[in-house]
């Protein structure tokens, strides 16, 4: 694959700017609204891009109004299609009959995909594990739970958020057209997925806890309703409840509300004993 | 107790400044509560609670369109009560989900239409080339959602403290160990929401995989996270995953020759 399109900073933008769009970058969630996400982030972002790019006043408005549009991306990767947006721009700048469209076409394309694989990295694999290591700390009262989940989390996250800016530039939009047909996104996503799915798999049996203390049987023979069921599969009553809290959420009902249907079934089997 | 609810008010500020900070992920419990508990003198009991909170509410995360409930306000309030009320973790527990789940409500009725009209105002700015306003209407949007808990967080603290003690001794002892089961219970929902964000028939198998790593063998959640990563290079090794990759870009490079002839 061809890449040397945007690599050299022979052109207008220089690494400089581009810093200066992962500096901007951070604030990227703090305006997401529901009418148009991320958008005030975005262009806050691109303008010192698009500042240099156009001196003139109106060309800057109307620069800024183009990235004024609807967008969501995961906050960690948002970087990537801004280093992406900054090559068009500077693309528009250098070619007559650039068409201005494909720049909000080829940011809204990577949505999706993009959005995907960051969700299931950030969200679903690099939380998770920060989470496992540092509850499993904290919950002893250490302090170096919090800082580790801090660490494990951060590290990778600003690693990528820095060398997003750079790649999205570097790659521009020619590059990304060829990458998303080539189905490399969708392997990338499938990977993730994977390692995704096996932690949360973990974390599942590992974190969640349910106890059927009932009695069964008397005597010498006396066991709870839990030894007979972990008997059967390590791990039965935890899988059950995930398959009905799954199957809850199958069915579109509201999060909040199965949360108040745990509550009430906790504070029911406390009543009547029959979980501990 | 003024000087408490000063501090009480900048953990409050931080974690609402978690998005102004890059989604860092400050406002999650098991990093609000140690500072908590820092304030209220019980460093450790903060620690506690607060990994108790994150555990519970592993799952709130914005995934696609469902708005978690506003953890910063229930952590700091139930880890701050509990402390002070001298109670335990599951008293955090048992203030900390109503109110972060009452404040998602005020949030999204009165919060989001205040930040709406100072978007609407960055729009205004971007046309009329005034920088220095649009960062500022950017600025304030951010908070402006989050104005009613920055505000009731110290106030509840404040003048809560004194009505939360006879609450939680006129709460019966069921209600609490309940709470405490159901504090078990709840990361089930959080990693069901998150497992449906990634389920498909072809990484299915790889939760149960996981899940059944840990209850047969009782692997920590870092061995499985090593292995599945080994696993996945094995699955890029032996072309079970990326396999159409190589031919898509054999052809995708032919496109660009084509497009050099031009």
Known sequence: MNFSVHSNYEKKITKGDLKKVFWRSIPFEHSWNYERMGNVGYTYAMYPVLKKLYPDKDDLAQAMKRHLTLYNVTPYICTFPLGISAAMEEANTMEEEFDTESIGAVKSALMGPLSGIGDAFFWGTLRVIATGIGCSLAMKGNILGPLLFLLIFNVPHYFLRYFGTFLGYKLGSESITKIMASGLMDSVMEAASIVGMMVVGAMTMDMTAINFVTKIGSGEEATTLQDLLTDIVPGLPVLGLFGLVYWMLKKKMNPLLIMLVMLVFGIVGAFFGFLG | ?262
């Open chain 2, 1 to 262: 107790m003024i000087i408490k609810t000063i501090l009480i008010f900048l953990i409050g500020l931080l974690g609402y400044s978690e998005w102004l900070l890059g989604t860092s992920f400050l406002q999650r419990p098991i990093v609000l509560g140690p500072l908590v508990g820092l304030v209220m003198g019980d460093m450790q009991a903060g620690i506690i609670m607060g990994a108790t909170l994150e555990l519970a509410m592993i799952g709130a995360v914005s995934i696609g369109a469902y708005n978690p409930p506003d953890l910063i306000s229930g952590t700091i309030l139930g880890v701050s009560l509990a402390i002070s009320s001298g109670a335990g973790a599951d008293a955090a527990l048992t203030l900390g989900i109503p109110i972060a789940t009452v404040m998602l409500a005020v949030d999204t009725a009165l919060g989001q239409p205040i930040m709406l009209f100072f978007i609407h105002r960055c729009d205004k700015h971007a046309e009329t080339g005034n920088i220095k306003a649009f960062n500022r209407s950017m600025f304030i949007a951010g908070y402006a959602q989050s104005i009613f808990g920055i505000i009731c967080i110290p106030l509840a603290f404040y003048f809560g403290s004194s009505a939360v003690e006879k609450l939680l001794g006129v709460i019966p002892e069921f209600v609490q160990t309940g709470m405490d089961i159901t504090a078990a219970l709840l990361p089930a929902l959080g990693f069901a929401m998150l497992a449906q964000t990634m389920m498909n028939k072809k990484v299915a198998p790889f939760f149960f995989i996981g899940f059944f790593l840990v209850a047969y063998l009782k692997i920590s959640t870092t061995g499985v996270a090593i292995f599945s990563i080994l696993m996945v290079l094995m699955l890029i090794m032996f072309g079970v995953i990326g396999k159409q990759k190589g031919e898509a870009i054999v052809a995708a490079e032919e496109d660009g020759g084509d497009f050099d002839e031009f």
